[in-house]
């Protein structure tokens, strides 16, 4: 679910900006940081590479599936999604975001990196080899987005580390319905929320309702986008996206979904809303054709939103037909 950690950073962080007098642009900006840092706690699954070392050509792509993330759970959503962790590398974050190369930028910059390596040690000592791998890809991604916005924005290296506060601070709690909590107060223990929250006893109403938490995220995102880009989300979504009520024939068709086994439904139901995104009509001159660039951001955001659109038809009438046909 990190794309919907990072487009709720994203909405959020955009929203305060431009709450607070910020120019759209610059408050769209902001929020893409955010969103940069809300995804990079997702890093620690690249550990879960290794269990495809283990997977045999034989045991067919459900086999590998399970090997990549039998590997992952001894360190996923553990330290990168302490809010300690956070609370330590967002302030350095910020530090690394700071421009210049005069002898005291370049303290400072050494005091973030510091911080950085601090941390790393803190993971060795007290989760293993293991949580110090995934914490220094951890501070790496972190370094490398700050880095980055340092070299091709003036954003104030101030405003990085809280929108790198509230991006990593706000990613551990779309993990409450999918999985196992996070490891919160690491390396400290502290028994809060230890079990995933059951937003229905029967497991498949449980994972659509999940996956309605995540659109419903992504569209809080496009209305911002729309927002700020002074447009109108209902314009926007084109009359296809109407297509994706057929979905519902599907509760009928296949195995009903679960968290445990979701592949066929989660890639089924993107597929309708790709296909009702990219398929389109012969264009129409637009109001904006005269500005320089503009027609081709009108097109991806008609296609996102159409898309978009299809998929939460589509779950609606998934969900109608499984109340209706499925469930006794």
Not at 48 to 62: H, I, K, R, S, T
Not at 118 to 134: E, F, K, Q, S, Y
Not at 237 to 266: C, I
Not at 291 to 299: H, I, M, N
């Amino acid at each position: 679910m990190f794309v919907g950690h990072a487009l709720l950073a994203f909405a959020v962080a955009a929203l305060v900006a431009d709450w607070r007098g910020w120019a759209p642009r610059r408050a769209l900006l902001v929020g893409a940081i955010a969103g940069a840092f809300a995804a990079i706690p997702d890093i620690d699954v690249a550990y879960a590479l290794v269990g495809l070392l283990e997977w045999q050509a034989g045991d067919g792509a459900l086999g590998a599936s399970t090997a990549f993330w039998d590997a992952s759970r001894g360190v996923h959503r553990s330290v990168t999604h302490s809010l300690v962790v956070g609370a330590v590398a967002a302030p350095a974050f910020g530090l690394l975001a700071v421009r210049g190369y005069s002898p005291r930028v370049r303290l400072v910059r050494a005091v973030g990196i510091a911080v950085l390596v601090a941390l790393v040690a803190i993971a060795h000592v007290w989760g293993g080899p293991i949580a110090a791998l995934v914490t220094g890809l951890f501070a790496a991604s972190g370094a490398l987005v700050a880095r980055t916005i340092a070299s091709h924005t003036r954003v104030a290296s101030t405003a990085v580390g809280i929108a790198a506060l509230w991006g990593l601070w706000s990613h551990p709690w779309g993990d409450l319905v999918t999985g196992s909590p996070p490891d919160w107060f690491f390396p400290f223990d502290a028994a809060v929320l230890e079990s995933r929250l059951v937003l229905h006893p029967d497991p498949t109403l449980h994972l659509l309702g999940a996956f309605a938490i995540e659109l419903a995220t992504i569209w809080l995102a496009a209305v911002v986008l729309c927002r700020l880009t002074d447009r109108s989300v209902v314009a926007t979504v084109n009359r296809r996206a109407a297509v994706g009520v057929a979905y519902g024939v599907a509760a009928l068709a296949v195995t009903p979904p679960t968290l445990e086994v979701s592949y066929h439904f989660v890639f089924s139901i993107l597929g309708v809303g790709l296909l009702c995104g990219v398929v389109r009509e012969t264009p129409t001159p637009t109001a904006f054709a005269s500005v320089r660039g503009l027609p081709a951001f009108e097109t991806l955001l008609e296609a996102g939103v159409t898309a978009l659109a299809a998929v939460t038809v589509a779950l609606a009438a998934y969900l109608t037909v499984y109340l209706l046909a499925i469930v006794p």
